[in-house]
């Protein structure tokens, strides 16, 4: 298979991957073998695999090297909601027809970029055909041990509820991106900022790991929006979790995009792929939580608290919070 | 999201995992959080991600179970091919249009039960919208370290090179499946075996980790076709390997298929997803390898040898091997 177009595939992405900064270390087996080996892990594995679909996931607006970011990014916010350090990544390509050597690296780049930021290193994968693009990735994390990480089920009553960052971001970006006269109401910085946040989303893995230190109850990653993110921790932790609406804090431009299409800030702000972190801590220790993540350069803001009963509800003239947003970003 | 579609669907696919066997350990954090946790490693992590697409890998002639079955049995067959002792699996599933949780509880019930069947636990998944089905699936194994695993590139000039079980079931299944007349040649019994070939495959796993403990030169798992997949331990062992074709252990009813298709047995038997196992040992080794087979249950083949230079070679009137099935199998 060596002169084979997919041999040759493989050691075009691997060489884009090493372009990246991403090698595999010493002794480590990584693509091009049945399956990767790496050592062992002294603590416990932390392990999650995320899918990212063209159509659903991102649209032909993306370019191949945002696709790849995308993809690995989300994977890896799901162990920033652990508070596990990252180690390795795999990742499946199904490629549609048409497919060549040339968008495999120009994905491969993407991933590598955002894996070498991390000390991630990209293993193994596999490539089908398929009728759509579509990448699965899984990354393997670790910890000293479970108790140094965070689950969805750890709320208590009288718990406070934060966030990472600022809110609405990916989702008025996504707005942005499919209605580009929107642009119009924005300066281009802003502009490309929201639209990054969109396409170029960053998994907060030293946060979350500051944040396991520092003693959250429970912790998820903003992919489907606050309301609905709060609402699996709720249901996984068996408390109510009430948001206060007003304190929410939105992203520079989210208000300005809302307006000129005729929607509300809040429907953007609860609309999810923020990447952001929800996160809850007892009362006394939200000091303690606020500067651990000063610690490494974030901001968080209380936005709600944890009380008895189940189910999430929006203090604050709420209700729009995460609906409709549909509608709104697809035109 | 208690009471959302999607949660419903979880707790289904969770529920049909414990009625096939399959359970997370306690103190395991499976289905249902960011990540999943389970316990360290000692040894070495051995990890492998393979991709099943619908029209790919299998048609709409497969069940449900059936694609959940592939889709593992093909990630177990690349730990086999290491001599791993695989222990948790993750899936992506893409869902098209009209997907059901009815079906993803079948396809749960197919990884399931081949799960069981191996000791490993499925802990994770994620599931997104796309325009056919698709499985990804993530295995993850161990060993004692990483001499006690089988590479692709150990093999040396005057090896013997071996393969497990018999070889063109999966193709002539494949061909039985597309052209059903084609089963009016052979009994009921041996129809439904080459069908089972194709759609239920079994990773050879315990005979992997025997042949690794019997000191195999190098290993792979028969994807793609014996003289294809001899082609990848030959390109990465430096080496040559030449296969004779009069000694391939075909499987029965292939040549009946392949007479009533007006074909050649040889275009069948290295067609590839038999999964069965290409190995190299030292020629004074494979008395041992024989007896470390036969110790579980499997039957080995002495089918070719390893020499200088590169390439694969095919004595013995071979030219078809694994040549023009594409055209039979569809056709």
Redesign the interface.
Known sequence: ??NSPE?ELIERVREALREAGVEPAP?V?GI??????????????????????????FSDAFSDEQVGHKALAGALS??A??G?RPR?A?????APPGFDAGRAVAIAGGMGRLAATHGVAI??????????L?L?I??????PD?GA?V???GASPGDAVLVSGELGGAAAGLAVISRPELANELSPAVAEALRARQHSPQPRLELGRALAAAGAGA???LSDGVR?DS??IA??SGVAIELRADRLPIAEGVEAVAAAAGSDPLSLAGAGEDYELLVTFEPDAVEAALEAAAGVGEGLTVIGSVGEG?GVTVAGNGETLGRGFDHLARG
């Open positions: 298979m060596r041999f002794g087996v091009g073998d049945d399956a990767a080996v790496t050592p062992g892990i002294d603590g416990v594995l932390v392990t999650s695999i995320d899918l990212c679909v063209e159509g659903t996931h799901d162990l909601a652990m596990a390795e795999y990742a499946g390509l199904v293993l193994g994968g596999d490539l089908a055909a398929g009728k759509q579509a699965s899984t990354v393997i994390g670790e910890a479970a990480l689950t969805r089920s912790m998820i990653d609905a609402e699996q249901s996984e189940s």
